[in-house]
């Protein structure tokens, strides 16, 4: 396995992906939604309101799936990624989040109610890839090692 191959593959879906459906469970009942995710590296990040259900689930249950891909990419690649999720309150990421990024949702990068969600892959599996044998499930451990 050519770890810089995958590397450039996963990163060449989450560069061109942007919008992609965040999964969580509360009570043992999985939610799913549309969300806009911006990344560093393989960590995912993701604006939210404080108040969301999304914030109770994570804190209940930080397990989270992720599916960014399929229509951005010209040969209809993808990842899913199973990923440990946390709150932040870290400005210098909302700085960097409200910077460079979409403004939408929120009035202001000091807005009280929002919050960052960040999504720290375990495992991805990349899918329909025409430079690797897909699908292929990658353990990020093997990566970064």
Avoid: C
């Avoid at 469970?25 to 993701?46: G, K, Q, W």
């Avoid at 799936?65 to 951005?72: A, N, T, V």
């Avoid at 946390?86 to 403004?103: A, F, G, P, R, V």
């Amino acid at each position: 396995m050519d770890k810089a191959k995958i590397s450039e593959e996963i990163q060449k879906i989450l560069d061109v992906s942007k919008v992609g459906v965040l999964s969580t469970s509360y009570n043992n009942v999985p939610n799913s939604r549309y969300m806009v995710f911006y990344h560093d590296e393989a960590i995912l990040y993701t604006k939210t309101d404080e108040d969301s259900p999304k914030v109770e689930e994570v804190e209940s249950n930080p397990q989270a799936h992720i599916l960014l891909g399929y229509e951005e990419t010209k040969n209809k690649s993808f990842v899913e990624i199973r990923a440990k999720a946390e709150i932040i309150d870290d400005q210098e990421i909302i700085n960097w989040l409200w910077e460079t990024q979409d403004k939408t949702y929120f009035d202001s990068k000091k807005d009280p109610d929002l919050t960052v969600l960040k999504l720290t892959p375990v495992q991805i599996k990349i899918m329909n890839s025409d430079k690797l044998d897909t699908p292929m499930t990658i353990e990020m451990k093997d990566i970064l090692e």
